[in-house]
């Protein structure tokens, strides 16, 4: 059974910091992806990333500031995010793909999401 669980969400003031991670079990997944939504907003990308760590990608909205890795010893991934903004507040997601890709429909499977909110 796949699965992938997210956790490091929270609260958090501005221009802090949160790691979050992204567990997966049930196989071993190639690509992996953020994606973010914030209430009332469509699922937006945030980072992916290729099973080797040579080929990542981010929106522009967080170049700079997120930085997404993985460890293939433990089948996790993960986002650092610095310099958080209250736009920044979303329910963040994992999900695999066999792609490096930015939209939703071209990911298989996703976790349950991890809530973080970015005070002013």
């Known amino acids: 059974q796949v699965q992938l669980v997210e956790s490091g969400g929270g609260l958090v003031q501005a221009g802090g910091s949160l790691r979050l991670s992204c567990a997966a079990s049930?196989?071993?997944?190639?690509?992996y992806g953020w994606f973010r939504q914030a209430p009332g907003k469509e699922r937006e990308f945030v980072a992916a990333?290729?099973?080797?760590?040579?080929?990542?990608a981010y929106a522009d909205s967080v170049k700079g500031r997120f930085t997404i890795s993985r460890d293939n010893a433990k089948n996790t991934v993960y986002l650092q995010m610095n310099s958080l903004k209250p736009e920044d507040t979303a329910v963040y997601y994992c999900?695999?793909?066999?792609?490096?890709?930015?939209?939703?429909?071209?990911?298989?499977?996703w976790g349950q999401g991890t809530q973080v909110t970015v005070s002013s």
């Open positions: 999900a695999t793909s066999g792609i490096i890709a930015t939209t939703p429909i071209s990911y298989d499977y």
């Open positions: 990333i290729s099973r080797s760590g040579g080929n990542i």
């Open positions: 049930g196989r071993t997944f190639s690509r």
